[in-house]
């Protein structure tokens, strides 16, 4: 199981980790599919996770979720979490976890590794909080 601060931007369904729902955003329509952007995080930092279809009202804040064969990757330009086509999730629990805000891992602008063009590496920081879901001061 990987940890959210060590993901990064790759094309195939790999990512096992958990993390807890902080925040759901508005469900909106995509077409005739329902998506809903969350953030989420663990122990190790904060990421937004994109919700699809049924999984918009299936989870909540407070919701520990364990995501099998998750993707890491750009959607109409913001970098996001999320199931994929192959990926599962599963609700293992509530509210009792243990979790940081920052980094948040959408917030990191990434390159292309010089040396390995299929990997990525982080550039810089856009933001230290997500900027979709500011927090509350």
């Given amino acids: 199981m990987i940890v959210l601060k060590d993901i990064v931007p790759a094309a195939q369904n790999n990512i096992d980790t958990k993390f807890i729902i902080l925040e759901k955003g508005k469900t909106t329509l995509e077409g005739q599919n329902k998506v809903c952007l969350a953030l989420v995080a663990d122990e190790t930092a904060a990421v937004h996770f994109q919700l699809w279809g049924d999984e918009c009202d299936a989870f909540d804040s407070g919701d520990i979720i364990h995501l099998t064969n998750g993707i890491f990757s750009y959607q109409r330009s913001n970098l996001i979490l999320r199931a994929g086509k192959r990926g599962k999730l ?5 509210f009792t976890m243990s979790y940081v805000e920052t980094p948040n891992m959408s917030e990191i602008h990434w390159i292309p ?17 997500s900027r979709i879901f500011p927090p509350i001061l």
């Fill in 90 to 94: 599963e609700k293992i629990g509530e």
């Fill in 113 to 129: 590794d010089p040396t390995n063009s299929k990997k990525y590496m982080q550039e810089r920081v856009i933001s230290p909080h």
